[in-house]
């Protein structure tokens, strides 16, 4: 497949929420929902609105949307977009700076390419899956660090996940021998900094696939690995890791 009209499509997405998004930052945030760990915002919805709108207009695949679910009819070819109009909402909403607009093409369970848009710094990462990545315009690598006591881990707490004691002493035995672990709150930006060398591996059980569904490929076209359970098709749920490639699994 030729995707450099669908990643130029993403990109005009992404900015299209972003500039929105942006302008949301200036006025209360409206929520809509706030339930256990879970918070849903008005921009959400209205970021989805736009992102799927472009997207439904230029190219003929299936939406399946964070807010929404799947929109459009499947292909048989199964290639679909998958979008988080609003990574990090709770970051948007408190004013922390981690958060962005994640559009993903994937065909069945492969990632094809990505888009990450970083609403507070304006960065922009991208990626065809066999072409490479890129940071705006400039092309990006994963890092050489080889060594996990050496290598900085990006991971979360997904609202799913276990949060029993035992499960948390061994999810936090299985990240011990990193130099650093790292938890910012958006799955998308900790994929999107792997793709550019600034950590080195990604670790999450239980994420829904629009959070990691552009990181993924953006990862994977960067030169790095990637390991993913099938997402449960009624939860959207996965297993995800991704690395340098040089790095041990962490739950190998």
Avoid at 166 to 174: D, G, H, K, L, V
């Amino acid at each position: 497949m030729k995707l450099e009209a669908e990643l130029s499509l993403a990109k005009k997405a992404a900015q299209r929420a972003a500039t929105l998004l942006s302008g949301l930052l200036a006025k209360p945030i409206e929520v809509d929902s706030a339930i256990d760990r879970d918070v849903k915002l008005a921009a959400d919805r209205e970021a989805e609105t736009l992102i799927v709108e472009t997207l439904r207009d230029g190219s003929p695949y299936p939406v399946l949307s964070e807010e929404s679910g799947c929109i459009g009819e499947t292909r048989s070819d199964r290639t679909r977009w998958i979008v988080d109009p609003l990574d990090g909402s709770l970051n948007f909403l408190r004013g922390i700076p981690f958060c962005g607009v994640s559009i993903g093409l994937w065909q069945d369970d492969a990632p094809l390419l990505g888009v990450i848009h970083d609403l507070r710094t304006g960065e922009s990462f991208s990626g065809i899956v066999g072409a490479g990545a890129w940071l705006d315009d400039a092309k990006v690598h994963v890092s050489a660090v080889s060594k996990p006591s050496e290598a900085i881990l990006c991971t979360g707490f997904p609202i799913g996940m276990d949060f029993s004691r035992s499960a948390i002493t061994a999810y936090a035995e299985q990240v011990l021998n990193f130099k650093r672990t790292r938890l910012i709150g958006s799955a998308a930006l900790s994929l999107a900094y792997l793709a550019a060398g600034r950590v080195d591996a990604y670790y999450e059980r239980g994420i829904k696939i629009w959070d990691v569904a552009a990181g993924l490929a953006i990862v994977k076209a960067a030169g790095g690995a990637i390991f993913h359970t099938a997402a449960d098709p009624k939860k959207h749920t996965l297993d995800v890791e991704a690395s340098n490639g040089l790095l041990t699994r962490v739950n190998a």
